[in-house]
């Protein structure tokens, strides 16, 4: 842990940086909302904003921010939103900080500013460089069309090669997200996590609690109509890539631990996993990118529908090529079949640490503390007589 | 042929909501003319938070009970005995039966808010607001097909005797075979206004200074068309929910957030530098809709509430940040006041504060004595640098003038009874409230009537379809 620590500490120095213009944004508005409160029902972010009484500290508003979901039913609720004076939208000011976040903790710190450019075309665009590399290293060794091989991926590129690249930009991607995470956590210093408030956080991670709009009805996407698409597409997605990593998981447990080496048969577990979990990182992506296309203009912010739909559309992509991959590898188009899915799964690694996929973590470590925060007694005892 | 709706309800609110669910629900077509555009839709509702209810024992949100006679008791103590007891136990009752409906149509409860514990026994809050409250009913309208127009305000309403025929905004024409008239009342007519409160002793019209807490859609002009036709009139222009709030507030659409919660924490000072109420009185939830009317009543409409650090975190956060000094005097300065009387003041003040046990949830010793007026609750020397000012002008919520309404929500001419027009909300609020106000009160009476008023107007229309088929028979 010491060489974390080391690349942790730049973070002490964070708190005495100004508020950034996006900052004071969610500062005021959120001195407006602690003076009104009618929202506090819907989430965490708003009972989380009645223990505070001011809004001028770096690490409250990067917390807030990442605890709020952008669900939008704060903003069609809001008596202060756009056109009023005071011009109120929480999840737009919310979404604009959130990314400052992914930015100021990214780890090696100027790679930070890939958020501001990781959009469609930059993934798409590492995508296909890869996977033209891969096709050209494949016709110079002229196994790009090849007779059936029976799913046998080894034959075009050896199992060790592939463990090593992949293997090794994955290992990076997630300890370049782990470094910004624990630079975040100490920021915010919630306290020490007890098991209740462990259990808590996580339950409301893996339900997406606050998606359901505080009465379980779901949240906005269009107007202010309550709809649970967001949250079952979301699940889809994220269940879907679980499985699919399980998928991963179990088929190296077979490599190295009983020696069964792949291509598995379609009814063994790890086909069974990449393809149930497959189906749904289908399904979830394309409904998230249709909602994406939807949202209501004032819901979060117009400039990171880029990063959104990037990062949407390369998992999209690589469950596609992926189950691909499954229906045709005993044909001659394997090795091309292969190439383009290795291609989408390269990219996804390469900008993992700086696309939306951050937004999990911060927003698991935003619940976390919340569900330490609210354990903690509130100093406050603000006029309830 | 023009097309002609079983009813039509003018307004857009949550009275007029309701009215036009429960006709729609009754089988009637109804039209909905909103005078706001979309953006600004449902009146004050979409300021409002919460729903007076009487229970009887524990209801989901709702602790305890709130049986008819205390709300009665409760109703009879905010206005003075200014109210009708017939009218008023009819609220009150159906104000324990009307939640699984609005639930029915997306309205949701949640336990109260933070820094609104003293509610929690007799009012239910709705998730996320009034404006959420209204979005819901909105939805539930279109799902049920009423027909909606955003930025059509009626100006002229067209009768026959005491009948109702049609409404007009602009050159556009509306007819009904009946109507309910849920439009609000007219606050944000400062013309009214100027005429209403006239000119004081000083020379000046105190109504210009006035802050309008709700939307600036409600000007009056249908009360107003609705008096030249000789409709039957109750209430006083001059009267109106009026509490003291932020001076920075906006004109209009300033809602909750601009509520200055601190008066009972501290002194209370005009632009003379001088206290003239006694600021602990009572709880402040029970007081601070006089201080509206006891601003209005001091030079230039607007006074000063003056606290030191040890209230600060006691008292709901300011939307505006206040004025910081390390002095009064500083203070004074920075206010614009005169620096001796303002010191004077507070010295007196602090003088007269006699020791006590300081307690903000009960009414406590800590009082003054020797002074006029005296703080008779929470007097603690201001002491404690650095001292606070929130400058604080009259900000209007509602007001009582309205149509006369019996118990089926008919509107009267001279004393006979309309066959096929209603009024709900604020519009017949004055019915029940002729003056004073207690939390959540303004959403039972628009609840009740709004849903009365709608299944009147159907029946109504039904009636004059029966009577119209039997013409033709």
Known sequence: MSSLDT??????????????????????IMTICNACRYCEGFCAVFPAMTRRLSFDNKADLNYLANLCHNCGACLHACQYAPPHEFGVNVPQSMAKVRKETYISYAWPAPLGRLYERNGLTLSLATAFGVILFLILALISQGTLWHEPLAGDFYAVFPHNTMVVMFGSVFSLAI?????????FWRDTSPGRPS????????????????????????CNDEDDRFTHRRRVFHHLTFYGFMLCLAATSVATIYHYVLGWEAPYGYTSLPVILGTVGGIGLLIGPAGLFWLNKHRAPLHGDPSQQTM????????????????????????????????????????FFLTMPYSKFAHGFYRSAALLKWSIEKRQPNNLGLGSE | MTKQWDVIVVGGGN???????????????????????????????????????MHDGPQDVLIDSYPEEEFWQDLLKVTGGLTDEKLARMVIQESSRCRGWMQKHGVRFQPPLSGALHVARTNAFFMGGGKALVNAFYRSAENLGVDILYETPVDDIEFDGSRFVAVRSGEKRFEGKACVLACGGFESNREWLREAWGQNERGEWPSDNFLIRGTRFNTGTVLKVMMQAGADIIGDPSQSHCVAIDARAPLYDGGICTRIDCVSLGVVVNRDAVRFYDEGEDFWPKRYAIWGRLVALQPGQIAYSIIDSKAIGRFMPPVFEGTKAQTIGELADKLGLDRAVMEKTVADYNQACAPGT????????????????????????LDK??????????????????????????????????PNLYAAGEINAGNVLGKGYTAGVGMSIGTVFGRLAGAQAAIAAQKQDAGVDHVVA
Not at chain 1, 320 to 347: C, E, K, P, Q
Not at chain 2, 363 to 379: N, Q, Y
Request: aromatic content about 10%; glycine content about 8%; overall charge neutral.
């Open chain 2, 358 to 381: 300081f307690d903000h949830t009960i009414l406590d010793d800590c009082r003054t004595e020797g002074i006029e007026p005296a703080k008779t609750h929470w007097a603690l020397p």
């Open chain 2, 385 to 418: 640098a650095p001292f606070y000012a929130y400058a604080v002008r009259p900000g209007i919520t509602f007001t009582y003038l309205g149509l006369k309404t019996d118990d089926k929500a008919s509107v009267f001419f001279g004393g006979e009874r309309s």
């Open chain 2, 15 to 53: 009275a007029a909501l309701c009215a036009a669910l429960t006709a729609r629900e009754a089988g009637s077509t109804v039209l909905m003319l909103e005078s706001s555009p979309f953006e600004w839709r449902g009146g004050n509702s979409q300021h409002t938070r919460n729903l007076r209810c």
């Open chain 1, 308 to 347: 959104d739909r990037g990062f949407i559309a390369l998992l999209f992509w690589v469950s596609l090529t992926g189950l691909a991959l499954l229906v045709w590898r005993d044909t001659s188009a394997m090795a091309l079949l292969l190439a383009i899915h290795l291609g989408f799964v390269m990219a």
């Open chain 1, 7 to 28: 690349l942790t500490e730049q973070a002490i120095n964070w708190h005495d940086k100004p508020l950034s213009k996006n900052e004071k944004e969610v500062s005021r």
């Open chain 1, 175 to 183: 300890l370049a997200i782990v470094i910004g995470l624990v630079k």
């Open chain 1, 195 to 218: 098991t209740p408030a462990m259990f808590e956080a996580t339950q409301n991670v893996l339900q997406l609690k606050y998606l359901d709009g505080g009465h379980g009805l779901g």
